[in-house]
């Protein structure tokens, strides 16, 4: 099975070389980077390395930068696609464990589970704000959908291609609430998600939002929880099985 790695891309030129080293070897020739219009030499660097390079007319934000990379993933005959922030935030190593859940038939989706314990995150740099925020929302969301998931909002995740052709991409927001959403439908339709833990390493180029941000992110969060009533899944699962 084909194994692809995306990468969206913003002003990433010093830690992607890092990051692109630390995916195992087999995975390093099957890189998708989405460059949302870099300021710096983010496309060269990458383009040195060796990595496919998708220069987008515009910045579409987080979520519309994915939207375009699965797209070409798909295209170039993606079985799996395992999303690897090129800032080193996530531990790039283990991203061929993620595919593997799916590969051998156990699981469609698998995420990177960053918060394996409070102590764990804090000192591998993650802001407080950002850690009880991701508590608080996480809470909400496994009560809601009934899951039991470590968080609802982790950058790294490994789909299959069967998701990705199944979920309407299209009609997740372009920010960061795209991660939500997308893992919110994949629950919906019935797709079987898992998690690992996976290192994390909060530093000085790693993405964030800041506390405002937090809290419209949040609300957005809230909103589209509410629009997906847990009671309404069977009706998402029939849809996925006619998409089948």
Partial sequence: MKIM????????????????NALPASLR?????????SRDRTAEVAKELGIFVLTHDKNYGYGGNLKRIYREALRQGADVVVEVHP??????????????YITRGHFDV??????RSREESLSGGMPFYRYFGNRA?????????????????????????????????ETYPDSHAFASDILMDCVMYGFRVAEVPVP??????????????LF?????????????????????RRLAQSKA
């Fill in 216 to 236: 419209a992110y949040a609300a957005r969060i809230i909103w589209s929880a509410l629009k997906r009533a847990p009671w309404k899944k069977q009706k998402y």
């Fill in 200 to 213: 994390v390493r909060y530093e000085a180029q790693s993405s964030s939002v800041n506390l405002i941000g």
């Fill in 137 to 169: 929302l996480t809470l909400f969301e496994n009560l809601w959908f009934g899951m039991n998931f470590g968080e609802w909002h982790s950058g790294m995740r490994a789909y299959s291609r069967q998701v990705l052709e199944t979920l309407p991409l």
């Fill in 5 to 20: 790695v995306a990468m969206p891309a913003f002003n990433v030129e010093k830690s992607l070389p890092q990051t692109f």
């Fill in 87 to 100: 800032d080193f935030q996530y531990e790039p190593s283990v991203a061929d464990l993620l595919a593997e």
């Fill in 110 to 115: 698998i995420q990177a589970n960053r918060i």
């Fill in 29 to 37: 020739s099957h890189v998708i980077l989405g460059n949302n219009q």
